[in-house]
């Protein structure tokens, strides 16, 4: 599995440019509007991604078969190339890189973009800085893709690429508890954050009284280490961690990347089929997400209910919404809406409420009792002889009714019968 690849020990953060660590993603982020629609802060929901994201499932992570030891996002090399026109510079770092961008952006005549193929008209000099901040954004997030598919054969992605330059008119706010601090570019900003993360240990010791928490505003939670911090603040900040270099579309970890280029493997490929809709699946556990999707889905006309089988969601109708009784007690007359319901009710007769007075058989009704006595005891011999004519009978029963018949005895109190 892929979430096995990550883990927690010895991870060291080489440079201040490193940047989160951790990629699997706990919540999805929270929206937040601005006024201006323009601004929107929208840079999660691009369409392309929004219907490529699935949740991850923690419960299922296998601890087994770990191929390769996986590359921390902190430990990717990077060749971050600047596209700003007739520039060809190289950076190791998306610090460097971004300081570069905005003396492009400062040194510019006018306030157009000049990134390869981008031509937007940015209005204001600081929007062109924030604007060219993004650009190195993207570049270090499809460095890191093409990074992740120099190590691993994954199929070709055949979307349209599409890249989005997100601006944000109020800056990039920092809701740390007392920091509050507010970014004008992208790249400032999630250093910042990276700055809040680091503050913590790498574990939180019990013994010590350590503990990791998020003090971004209202959240408070608590992380067992930093790395989990980091993972979840990128809740808040919406960062992502790479991006698919062919498309452009931006991803919150790793696996999310994988997913979106092996859900384009061709069908014939695809060898997880769904038994219950026959759709194809890459992986296993694409197919196990998929499989979920039919879970609850027989639904109650009557009432919002849902139902994982027709057999559920028919018991539920009849236990709900009707007055049918089909369940009946074969030891008294009562009958019940549910087959729980009746075995609850004969445990109210009491276990094993008839007893063979034959042997030491035993069971809970009459009708079982019965054919109990016709094959074990209904063919022997006599054994209740009377002892005033020395007539035989096969039962106790037979010589109460014959002693009292033929020679006139009386039931006397105390005694069920006669022996
Ligand atoms: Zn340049
Ligand atoms: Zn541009
Ligand atoms: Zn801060
Ligand atoms: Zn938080
Ligand atoms: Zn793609
Ligand atoms: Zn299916
Ligand atoms: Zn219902
Ligand atoms: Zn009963």
Not at 250 to 270: G, I, M, P, Y
Request: charged content about 30%; some cysteine.
């Amino acid at each position: 599995m892929d979430e096995s690849k990550s883990s927690e020990g010895g991870i060291r953060l080489r440079s201040r440019l490193a940047v989160f660590e951790h990629i699997t993603e706990e919540n999805k982020p929270k929206k937040r509007k601005f006024g201006s629609s323009r601004y929107n802060d929208s840079d999660d929901s691009s369409p392309s991604e929004s219907e490529l994201v699935i949740d991850e499932t923690p419960t299922v992570v296998k601890k087994k078969h770990k191929k390769k030891p996986s590359i921390k996002i902190s430990e990717e090399v990077l060749n971050l190339k600047c596209e700003w026109i007739s520039c060809d510079s190289i950076f190791k770092s998306w610090i460097e890189l971004n300081d570069h961008l905005l003396n492009h952006a400062g040194a510019n005549s006018g306030t157009m973009c000049l990134w390869t193929n981008c031509n937007t008209d940015c209005k204001t000099v600081p929007f062109l800085m924030q604007h060219v901040s993004y650009h190195g954004y993207l570049t270090k997030l499809k460095n890191i893709g093409s990074n992740v598919l120099t190590r691993e054969s994954l199929p070709e992605c055949k979307h349209e690429k599409s890249e989005k330059i997100i601006l944000r008119k109020e800056g990039y706010m920092c809701e740390w508890e007392y920091c509050m601090l507010n970014f004008y570019n992208v790249c400032e900003f999630y250093m910042h954050m990276e700055m809040h993360v680091n503050a913590n240990p790498r574990e939180a010791n019990e013994k010590k009284n350590e503990i990791i928490l998020c003090d971004w505003a209202g959240c408070k939670l608590k992380f067992a280490t930093k790395y989990k911090l980091a993972e979840h603040l990128r809740t808040h900040t919406h960062e992502k961690v790479m991006a698919c270099p062919t498309c452009g579309t931006l991803f919150a970890n790793r696996t999310k990347f994988v997913d979106h280029r092996k859900r384009q493997l061709s069908e014939h490929l695809q060898s997880y089929q769904c038994s219950q809709c026959l759709k194809l699946f890459p992986t296993e556990r694409l197919l196990r997400e998929h499989t979920r999707s039919h879970i609850n889905h027989y639904k109650c006309q009557m009432c919002n209910m849902t139902c994982a089988t027709p057999s559920r969601l028919a018991e539920h109708i009849r236990f709900r919404h009707l007055d049918m009784k089909p369940y009946k007690c074969d030891q008294c007359d009562k009958a019940f809406k549910t087959k729980y319901n009746l075995a609850t009710h004969i445990k109210t007769h009491g276990e094993d409420a008839e007893s063979c007075e034959f042997c030491s058989y035993k069971c809970r009704s009459k009708v079982g009792m019965q054919s109990h006595y016709k094959k074990k005891h209904d063919q022997s011999a006599p054994i209740f002889e009377c002892h005033t004519c020395k007539k035989k009978l096969k039962r106790g029963q037979f010589l109460t009714k014959h002693l009292m018949k033929i020679h006139n005895y009386h039931w006397p109190s105390g005694h069920s019968r006669f022996r």
